[in-house]
């Protein structure tokens, strides 16, 4: 029997309404931006999240460190049940689970200097004081590639990458166990995407952190996750270790999103799987297999019965009917 995972979520679902009508007093539907995913994230291990623009992968990451509250659901960390808890015990909890948010400049406050915005979660958590925190502020900045005289200057004075520097900075301050990273590299320039991806495998082999890595580019999720979950229109449809997703995929969508990766090498040419139409609208997804009305080998069951998530050997994860067809 294995160790417990840190983090389990089952069934997680979250609808915004939609609201309509004079003062918008009548609900006339809702957006399934996470709709039933299930998932566990074990210790010292990373998890990559990948999906298209709006397919709920960053809801997700916010309804589990409840920045959002879910509409149903389970999650699960260390034997607690986040959801349950009260004001009190969630902000107690909040040391163990941090955020590196998306945008490093949108999420630094402007107003406060580097060292405020790595000391303020010392402070809240009173964790230390006076010169005990200066000390630790610039330990911190030190052990993103930054130097200890930046805890002096705002967030302006400093490039994207170096913000997302101060933005781990930040989270690693509290010493978490879980930090939900949010698309940490997306709005990076690509040469920095790798100092900032090599920057926390390092951490996280220093720290012994757990990181549930939220991206839409496969391939950086593959340098750095060792299990990969694809979410498709609110649902994850395939989830194993990265070796078995990347050189043996089985869901449609991701034998897709996988043949869109560039090839460095000009001599070689993958055949591309080009998927038609858009996405729909999560205010009214398709009945059956919500991929169905792009996947190229979907058939008439795909239309009418949703597939389950299943177990189809060696814990790869899969909800496709014509695969469990073939098995």
């Given amino acids: 029997m294995g160790a417990a995972p840190l ?5 997680l679902v979250k609808h915004f309404p939609i609201y309509k009508g004079w003062l918008l007093s009548r609900q006339v539907g809702s957006v399934k931006a996470v709709d039933g995913v299930t ?9 990559g999240l990948v999906g298209e623009s709006g397919c709920g992968k960053s809801t997700t990451g916010r309804l589990i460190l409840r920045l959002i509250e879910p509409t149903s659901g389970e999650v699960w960390f260390e034997g607690n049940n986040v959801l349950s808890l009260d004001r009190e015990q969630m902000r107690a909890l909040r040391k163990d689970m941090q955020i590196i948010f998306q945008d490093p400049y949108a999420s630094l406050n402007p107003r406060m200097t580097v060292g405020d915005i790595i000391g303020e979660p010392l402070r809240i ?5 006076g010169r005990e925190r200066e000390k630790r502020v610039k330990e911190l900045l030190e052990v ?13 004075e400093f490039s994207g990458g170096q913000r997302q520097r101060i933005g781990v900075a930040r989270a690693l301050a509290v010493n978490p166990k879980l930090i939900v990273c949010d698309e940490p590299v997306s709005a990076l320039d690509v040469s920095i995407q790798a100092q900032v991806i090599n920057l926390l495998q390092d951490l996280q082999e220093q720290y012994g952190l757990t990181y549930l890595f939220i991206a839409h580019d496969l391939s950086v999720v593959k ?31 991701t034998k897709a999103l996988l043949s869109a990766i560039p090839i460095p090498d000009p001599t070689l040419v993958r ?35 949703e597939p389950a998530f299943e177990d189809v050997g060696g814990g790869h994860y899969v909800a496709c009917h014509l695969v469990k067809k073939s098995q």
Avoid: W
């Fill in 7 to 11: 983090l389990e979520v089952k069934n």
């Fill in 39 to 47: 998932f566990t994230i074990n210790r010292g291990e990373t998890l």
């Fill in 125 to 129: 958590h009173g964790i230390a004081s």
């Fill in 144 to 156: 993103v590639g930054l130097s200890s005289y930046h805890a002096r200057r705002y967030p302006h």
């Fill in 223 to 253: 340098h750095i996750s060792d299990r990969v979950a694809v979410m498709y229109l609110g649902k994850i449809v395939e989830l194993t270790d990265k070796n078995s997703l990347y050189q043996n995929p089985l869901h449609p969508y």
């Fill in 271 to 305: 055949e591309r799987t080009l998927l038609e139409g858009d996405v729909p609208s999560p205010i009214n997804p398709p009945s059956g297999c919500r991929f169905h009305t792009r996947c190229p080998v979907a058939e008439e069951i795909c239309k009418h019965q």
